[in-house]
């Protein structure tokens, strides 16, 4: 059973359809992360979970139980957001027991809360602080444990990460994987940083315009994306893309070059789109195609080079120190066995 159902979800603001008629189970313990832009929908669809938006129609159930028209108090959630919003004249310990002090939550029970999420997260010599006196990471672990210690059913995440730093993002990634390996809760996570996604989720809930594009592991939907868009929102540097079309003899090809596919990527002739991972373009004095350097990205412990052929341009992914230069000729080959075939007018995966 899923701990978490939406049922034909429908959400509309000022009379648009931002969530039209979606489906989704979350199941107990996983750590589902909605990925996607600016817009498409993920954090209304979060806000509706844990009851702070209205919904139009459809269903959702928590635990079992059709919590729709519940209070989000009612909903057994525990929810991070972006903004810390920690109260600036409590101290740490106040910030994070606000919340059962309120409900009326006998004091050692409190204590005994507090003390468990202060030492999973690290806040034990910080509880008698105030929020001015804490590093952006620590008051995001502030905001964080005051969640936990209502040891909720289901734990929302709505962007936590994006105000911090890159160091300090990376150390709270995993300081929360971390923190779902001991807990086995069900956290449902949002973020537009397909970083986070693929570090992060159990299962990964891509979404467009309102609409879910593709559901599954961070290494299916990278390895196997269901569509053009899923394919070039994950990965960096992107996907390379090439127009081209399907031959009978099962070739792809391009105006100026054809590639031979494996017999199992047969199909019937259409025009097609190329796609290809970076890491799956590889130069070599043996390759088979030619191009000339475009462009070197040095990246530290890789470099990024693009070689133009044809009227395209291509990403390759290079791991050693070799040098090269705009306007090299270089050879390279294609991971013909890894290669994303999608068709031009659909843009859905052959």
């Given at each position: 059973?899923p701990?978490v159902a939406?049922?034909?979800?429908?959400?509309?603001?000022?009379?648009?359809?931002?969530?039209?008629?979606?489906?989704?189970d979350?199941?107990?313990?996983?750590?589902?992360?909605?990925?996607?832009?600016?817009?498409?929908?993920?954090?209304?669809?979060?806000?509706?979970i844990?009851?702070?938006?209205?919904?139009?129609?459809?269903?959702?159930?928590?635990?079992?139980?059709?919590?729709?028209?519940?209070?989000?108090?009612?909903?057994?959630i525990?929810?991070?957001?972006q903004s810390?919003?920690?109260?600036?004249?409590?101290?740490?310990?106040?910030?994070?027991s606000?919340?059962l002090?309120?409900?009326?939550?006998?004091?050692?029970?409190?204590?005994?809360?507090?003390e468990?999420?202060?030492?999973?997260?690290?806040?034990?010599?910080?509880?008698?602080?105030?929020?001015?006196q804490?590093?952006?990471?620590?008051?995001q672990?502030?905001?964080?444990?005051?969640?936990?210690?209502?040891e909720?059913d289901?734990y929302?995440?709505?962007?936590?990460?994006?105000?911090?730093?890159?160091?300090?993002?990376?150390?709270?990634r995993r300081?929360?994987?971390?923190?779902?390996?001991?807990?086995?809760?069900?956290?449902?996570?949002?973020?537009?940083?397909?970083?986070?996604?693929?570090?992060?989720?159990?299962?990964v809930?891509?979404?467009?315009?309102?609409?879910?594009?593709q559901i599954?592991?961070?290494?299916?939907?990278?390895?196997?994306?269901?569509?053009?868009?899923?394919?070039?929102f994950?990965?960096?540097?992107?996907?390379n893309?090439?127009?081209?079309?399907?031959?009978?003899?099962g070739?792809?090809?391009?105006?100026?070059?054809?590639?031979?596919?494996?017999?199992?990527?047969?199909?019937?002739?259409?025009?097609?789109?190329?796609?290809?991972?970076?890491?799956?373009?590889?130069?070599?004095?043996r390759?088979?195609?030619?191009g000339?350097?475009?462009?070197?990205?040095?990246?530290?412990?890789?470099?990024v080079?693009?070689?133009?052929l044809?009227?395209?341009?291509?990403?390759?992914?290079?791991?050693?120190n070799?040098?090269?230069?705009?306007g090299?000729?270089?050879?390279?080959?294609?991971?013909?066995?890894?290669?994303?075939?999608?068709?031009?007018?659909?843009?859905?995966?052959?």
């Amino acid at each position: 059973m899923p701990h978490v159902a939406l049922r034909k979800l429908t959400i509309r603001l000022g009379g648009a359809a931002i969530i039209d008629a979606l489906d989704l189970d979350v199941m107990r313990g996983e750590f589902l992360v909605l990925l996607g832009p600016s817009g498409c929908g993920k954090s209304t669809l979060l806000h509706s979970i844990a009851g702070l938006t209205e919904v139009a129609g459809g269903s959702i159930e928590i635990g079992g139980r059709d919590m729709t028209d519940a209070d989000p108090s009612e909903r057994g959630i525990g929810m991070v957001f972006q903004s810390y919003a920690l109260y600036p004249t409590m101290t740490v310990e106040r910030n994070m027991s606000f919340g059962l002090r309120v409900a009326g939550t006998p004091k050692a029970e409190i204590a005994r809360r507090v003390e468990r999420a202060a030492h999973m997260l690290q806040l034990g010599p910080l509880l008698g602080r105030k929020p001015a006196q804490l590093s952006g990471g620590q008051r995001q672990r502030v905001a964080i444990g005051r969640a936990l210690v209502r040891e909720a059913d289901v734990y929302l995440f709505d962007e936590p990460l994006s105000n911090l730093d890159a160091k300090l993002r990376a150390e709270l990634r995993r300081e929360l994987k971390l923190l779902h390996q001991r807990l086995g809760s069900t956290m449902i996570y949002v973020t537009h940083d397909q970083v986070e996604a693929m570090t992060l989720a159990t299962r990964v809930v891509v979404m467009h315009a309102g609409r879910i594009q593709q559901i599954g592991t961070p290494a299916e939907v990278y390895e196997r994306p269901a569509n053009l868009f899923v394919a070039g929102f994950l990965g960096a540097p992107a996907m390379n893309f090439v127009n081209g079309a399907l031959g009978p003899d099962g070739r792809f090809e391009h105006a100026g070059f054809a590639l031979e596919l494996p017999a199992a990527r047969a199909h019937a002739p259409c025009a097609a789109v190329l796609g290809v991972r970076p890491e799956h373009v590889s130069i070599s004095a043996r390759g088979a195609l030619a191009g000339t350097v475009a462009l070197v990205e040095p990246m530290g412990n890789h470099q990024v080079v693009w070689i133009a052929l044809d009227g395209v341009q291509l990403a390759a992914i290079v791991n050693d120190n070799r040098v090269f230069a705009p306007g090299q000729a270089v050879a390279f080959d294609i991971e013909r066995e890894r290669v994303s075939l999608f068709g031009r007018e659909s843009g859905l995966r052959l």
